[in-house]
């Protein structure tokens, strides 16, 4: 293929998937991980979409500074810090196909029960250490952090302009030590770093429509979008343990 059309295709990717991001706070790296290693090295769109995620974060918190609330999930934000390297240890020990099939159940039948009994909520942020423990212990093992978190948010009743901030409130931290991570590992080469200076405008113009077009989406439509999407994850989830399994 053409490398000024495959160049065009990877900017077309990562405006869509940050849009997704802007919009609803999460999703991009489900979006653009598997669409970009099919054109590029798995070496370099790993660091590529873990810059996309952090600089959407950026732009969104700076754009709404006024509006951010860290009592909100400043327990979340702790506690997954406190679970990464409980994550660490379960890694060496748990099998990965167990805990995925597990969490896609999980995720796949909370989002059914939600969609059929939607007055499902948590009234106080009581709990919010335990989402934030599972959270963490999911990213530390499989890099699987943001469900716990996400449900967290649905549960709470959060609006689509909360969701979306409070949810780079608790991935910004994270995003940054997975980028540190990458540099550690040596994936900051020049092809990464120019690959990201192009991809930056793209990146800038996706979040300035996903915030126009997160505060006319109604908190009730964000809602299902949120278990519907939920639902998807947790079906790749599944058929990736099934297939690994059969294989």
Not at 89 to 103: A, D, S
Not at 129 to 139: E, H, N, P, T, Y
Not at 157 to 186: C, S, Y
Request: charged share 10%; proline share 4%.
């Amino acid at each position: 293929m053409n490398g000024d059309i495959i160049f065009i295709i990877v900017l077309v990717i990562i405006f869509i998937s940050s849009l997704y991001r802007a919009t609803f706070g999460f999703g991009d790296a489900l979006i653009a991980m598997p669409l970009l290693a099919l054109l590029m090295n798995i070496k370099i769109a790993t660091p590529i979409v873990a810059f996309m995620g952090f600089t959407v974060s950026v732009f969104i918190l700076l754009g709404n500074r006024e509006k951010q609330n860290l009592g909100k999930i400043w327990q979340l934000v702790v506690f997954s810090i406190i679970g990464i390297p409980i994550g660490l240890l379960f890694l060496k020990g748990i099998n990965e196909n167990v805990v995925k099939i597990v969490l896609a159940l999980i995720l796949i039948i909370y989002s059914l029960f939600s969609l059929t009994y939607p007055k499902l909520y948590l009234k106080t942020n009581k709990s919010a250490f335990a989402f934030g423990i599972v959270s963490g212990i999911l990213g530390g093992a499989y890099n699987t952090n943001g469900p716990p978190i996400i449900m967290y948010g649905t549960l709470r009743k959060w609006t689509p302009e909360e969701f979306r901030l409070l949810l780079q409130g608790v991935f910004l931290p994270t995003n940054m030590f997975i980028i540190i991570g990458h540099g550690f590992a040596g994936l900051w080469t020049g092809d990464v770093v120019k690959a990201m200076l192009y991809a930056l405008p793209t990146v800038m113009v996706a979040t300035i429509i996903g915030n126009i077009l997160n505060k006319r989406i109604s908190a009730e439509k964000f809602e299902k979008l949120v278990y519907y999407f939920l639902i998807g994850i947790g079906s790749i989830l599944l058929i990736q343990a099934v297939i690994k399994i059969i294989n």
